[in-house]
């Protein structure tokens, strides 16, 4: 940046204003690329939302004038970083370029634009849209043979699948991002792989092999200072240890997670925290310690949304089940129905058959206790429908992964 500032003082005085601006776009345009390489093979590791920006910053300052294809490539990493906060904001950058007819050709950058929306319209809650744009990201990463932009989506897709259910389908895709990863030589994308893997193979309730993928990444691949993998590694622990009934063992780890997030500035972060937090006092049936938590939650998503009035949880649907079954088995009966009527409608479009079970078992029980009954009837009616549906679909989601473990293996040998 010092260099960049005397060949500009040297150009208003007119003085060797050829030799300084032709070695300083060289100068840049190397350190530009060495910055990218260093993103790209994950060396270079954003431990917080304050160092992704600094990185951004650098790469701003080492831009050479006038390169087009830099400009691009430096704009990818704007649409990631500088609307993380505003996502709203990040779907309106993003779709700048995708209507671009000159980037109609690019079919790699174009794909990282996709990507980047389609992680801003998950945060804004807009599932379908996302999923659409993951798709189109993923035909032009693979129409453009790029091993790195191939992982990520389908490391995205994955999330998407895992979330909806599908755990097998998510499965799949990450044991492919792993080996793209590898191919692409980032260790990052690595270590996230295995971390999510372990997330998958929690939600099929495989808990030993979930603890074994996410003790390989914390032993070998997250960096003593990577709060924020410490913290999501922590998280999948406690969401293990609850889902076994070990909640005092939870509890404590969701209070660590929370502690990160508080150390690293990250109030988005805390919040969604408190609500998994919210989830293990259900589980322990202290329903007036759980009413007391809605409280707190609520100040805290008052306070973030006095500087962002679009602000959401990220867990935004599931909180408002954690709220209706917390109010309704505390006696707050009317305000608890409503709430699942509010959490029906979010969670249906999400298209996960374990959450509306859930739903539809909390909420008859507060339909029962609100005397109506045959509400009660048709809601562990529909609660019996999804059992049978998720039952039928762990076996075959066992069997495709059986099936893609063993083809593997084949072709391996």
Known sequence: MRRFVQCLLLQLGCVLWLACSSTHAQADAVSFDELIRQLEQGERVFYDASAARDFLQQLKQQLPPGDEKRQRRLQREVCQIDYLTDPSGGVQFAARFINDPALSSDHLTLSYFYQCRAAHLLNLGEVARQQEDLTQALALANSSEDALAQANVLAAQADVYSIRGEHAEALVRLFKAFELFQKADNRQGVGLSLENIAAAFRR?????????????????????????????????????????????????????????????????????????????????????ESVE???????????????????????????QLYQAEALSEYGQLQQGLRKFAEAEQMLASEQNPRYLLMLHQAWARAEAKAGQYQNAYRLLDVAGQLQEKLNSQAKQQREALLRFQSDSELQSH
């Open 204 to 288: 099929m309730a495989e808990y030993d092999q979930a603890i074994e993928y996410l003790e390989t990444s914390e032993r070998e691949y997250i960096a003593p200072n990577d709060s924020y993998r410490q913290a999501f590694v922590l998280q999948q622990k406690a969401f293990i240890y609850g889902e076994m009934g070990k909640t005092p063992q939870a509890r404590a780890l969701m209070q660590q997670v929370r502690q990160i997030y508080l150390e690293i500035g990250d109030r988005h972060y805390a919040v969604a925290t408190l609500i998994d937090m919210l989830w293990i006092s259900n589980l322990e049936q202290k329903y007036a």
């Open 293 to 319: 938590l809605i409280g707190q939650i609520e100040n805290e998503i008052q306070k973030l949304k006095q500087k962002d009035p679009a602000f959401r949880p990220f867990n935004q649907a599931i909180y």
